[in-house]
C-alpha cells in the first residue's frame, strides 16, 4: 500500500472490524451462564423450574398445565417439566430423543429459536424451554451492519481530511522542484497540515530569494561588466601605443576604481536580499543614526560646496533591524541627493516621527526627475535620460535599487516625488516612541 490515503482507510476499516468482532465476542460470553450462576437469567430459570416443581407437587399434572398456560402469557414458548427418567410431567410422553441435544446453556445459533435444559437444585426435574431466541450476540449482528457501514463512511471522510492535504503538499513540492519557485501550498488550516505547509512556504520564500538573488547577480554583473571591461581594454591598447604613458594610465585607473565600486555594489544589493535568518535584528536610535550619517556626509558635500541639513521633528523613535543595512540605505539615498543637488544648496533630511512609524525625507534642489520616470527610479541599473543623469557624472543605478530592497527588508516603504525643485525620497519605517517630542535643526 504505497497510498497514504488507502492505508489509512484500511486501518480504520481494520480497526472498526475488530472492535465490533470484540462487542459481539463479549456479548457471548456474557450470555453464557452454568446453573448456580447468579446472574439475572440463570435466576430467572431457577425461578421456574421452581415454581412448575411446586405446581406438580402439590396439584399434579392439571396444576402444572395451568401454571405452563400462564408462564406463556408472559415468556412465550414451550415450557416441558421432566422428571429424572425423561419423562414429560404434563402429558406422560417420554421425550429422551429431544433431550439429548439439550443442555444447561442457550443454544449456540444464529436461529430464530433457542432450547435451554435447566435442571433443580436436587436434579430430580429438568425444566426444558424451547423459545425464540433472547438478543444473543450472534443473532442481531445484521441489525450492526449499518453501524459498520456509517463507520466506514466516517473512515473515508477522515482519510481524505488526513490524506488531501498531503496531496496538495506533494503537488507543490514537486512543481517546486520542477522550478516554479513562486508555487506555495495552502497554508489556512491551523493543525499540523497548515503547520507543514506554513514551514514549506517559509522554505520556498527563502530558497526563491536566494536563487533570485544569485540570477540577478549573475545578470547584473554579465550586463555591467561589459562596458567598463571593454573601455579597460582599449585603455590598455592605448597605453602600449601612446606616447603619454600618463594619461593612459589614469585612465585604466579610472576604470579599475568604476569595476570595484560596481562590484562593491552589486555584493552589497546580494548582501540585502540575503538569508533572512542571518539577518541582525539590533534597537536602532532612528535620530542618532540620522545624525551619524549626517556629519559623515557633510565632508563629501562641503568639498563641493554643498550642505547637508538634518530636521527632527516630532519624537524620538526606535526601529529595529539590520543597522548597517539600514545605514546602508539612507546613506544612498543622501549620496544620491549630494551627487544631484547645486553646488551652493543643501541636501534636507527630516524625520517626522510618530507612535508606529516614522518618516525619514531627504530632499535635494536639483533638476528632479521626469514624472514618468519616477515608477522606475528603484529598478537595477535605471538611470534617467535627462540632464541629471549627467551631472557629476552620473550613478551606476545601484543606490536607489539597493536602498529599496534593504528598506523592505525592515518591513518599510519608500518612495520618491518632485518637491519643484529637486527630487523628495521618503523612507517609511515601523517605530516606537521612546522619548518626548523634539524640534531640533542640525546643519
Known amino acids: 500500500m504505497k497510498s497514504i490515503f488507502v492505508k489509512i482507510l484500511v486501518w480504520f476499516a481494520v480497526t472498526l472490524i475488530v472492535c465490533l468482532a470484540g462487542l459481539m465476542i463479549t456479548n457471548r460470553l456474557r450470555f453464557r451462564f ?19 416443581r411446586h405446581a406438580y407437587e402439590t396439584g399434579g399434572s392439571a396444576a402444572l398445565r395451568d401454571y405452563f398456560a400462564r408462564l406463556g ?8 417439566l421432566v422428571d429424572a427418567r425423561g419423562i414429560d410431567l404434563a402429558t406422560g410422553a417420554d421425550i429422551n430423543a429431544d433431550l439429548r441435544n439439550v443442555g444447561p446453556r442457550w443454544s449456540p445459533s444464529t436461529q430464530s429459536r433457542m432450547a435451554i435444559l435447566w435442571p433443580s437444585p436436587d436434579v430430580k426435574y ?3 424451554i424451547n423459545a425464540p431466541s433472547p438478543p444473543g450476540p450472534w443473532n442481531p449482528l445484521p441489525s450492526y451492519l449499518w453501524i459498520a457501514g456509517m463507520g466506514l463512511v466516517f473512515c473515508y471522510i477522515l482519510a481524505v481530511e488526513l490524506a488531501g492535504p498531503l496531496r496538495t503538499l506533494e503537488q507543490k513540492v514537486e512543481r517546486f522542484g520542477r522550478g516554479d519557485l513562486a508555487v506555495r501550498a495552502p497554508a489556512r488550516r491551523r493543525d499540523g497540515f497548515g503547520k507543514l505547509a506554513a514551514a514549506f512556504n517559509v522554505m520556498a520564500a527563502r530558497i526563491e530569494t536566494l536563487l533570485t538573488a544569485e540570477r540577478r547577480l549573475l545578470q547584473d554583473v554579465s550586463h555591467e561588466l561589459r562596458s567598463p571591461l571593454a573601455r579597460l581594454k582599449f585603455a590598455v591598447e592605448l597605453a602600449r601605443t601612446s606616447s603619454d604613458r600618463d594619461s593612459a594610465m589614469d585612465r585604466i585607473n579610472k576604470e579599475v576604481e568604476r569595476l570595484s565600486s560596481l562590484v562593491s555594489e552589486l555584493l552589497e544589493v546580494t548582501r ?13 536610535a532612528v535620530p542618532g543614526l540620522l545624525k551619524d550619517l549626517v556629519e559623515d556626509s557633510a565632508v563629501e558635500a562641503e568639498a563641493q560646496n554643498k550642505h547637508v541639513r538634518l530636521i527632527i521633528n516630532g519624537e524620538p523613535v526606535m526601529a529595529k533591524g539590520d543597522k548597517e543595512l539600514l545605514r546602508r540605505a539612507v546613506e544612498n539615498v543622501i549620496r544620491n541627493a549630494i551627487r544631484y543637488t547645486p553646488q551652493g544648496s543643501e541636501v534636507e533630511v527630516q524625520l517626522h516621527a510618530s507612535e508606529g512609524t516614522c518618516v525619514i525625507g531627504v530632499r535635494d534642489y536639483g533638476p528632479g526627475v521626469p514624472q514618468s520616470s519616477l515608477p522606475n527610479l528603484f529598478k537595477p541599473f535605471y538611470r534617467v535620460e535627462t540632464d541629471r543623469s549627467r551631472i557629476a557624472g552620473g550613478g551606476m543605478g545601484l543606490g536607489l535599487s539597493i536602498a529599496e530592497r534593504a528598506i523592505a527588508l525592515h518591513e518599510g516603504t519608500i518612495r520618491a516625488r518632485n518637491a519643484s525643485p529637486g527630487l523628495l525620497v521618503e523612507i517609511e519605517l515601523p517605530a516606537q516612541v521612546v522619548g518626548p517630542a523634539l524640534n531640533l535643526s542640525h546643519a
Open 272 to 284: 540585502a536580499e540575503s538569508d533572512p535568518e542571518n539577518r541582525r535584528a539590533d534597537e536602532i
Open 126 to 128: 429438568r425444566l426444558l
Open 34 to 52: 452454568a446453573p448456580g450462576s447468579r446472574d439475572f437469567f440463570s435466576r430467572s430459570l431457577s425461578f421456574e423450574v421452581a415454581e412448575a
Open 73 to 80: 402469557t408472559y415468556f412465550p414458548g414451550t415450557h416441558v
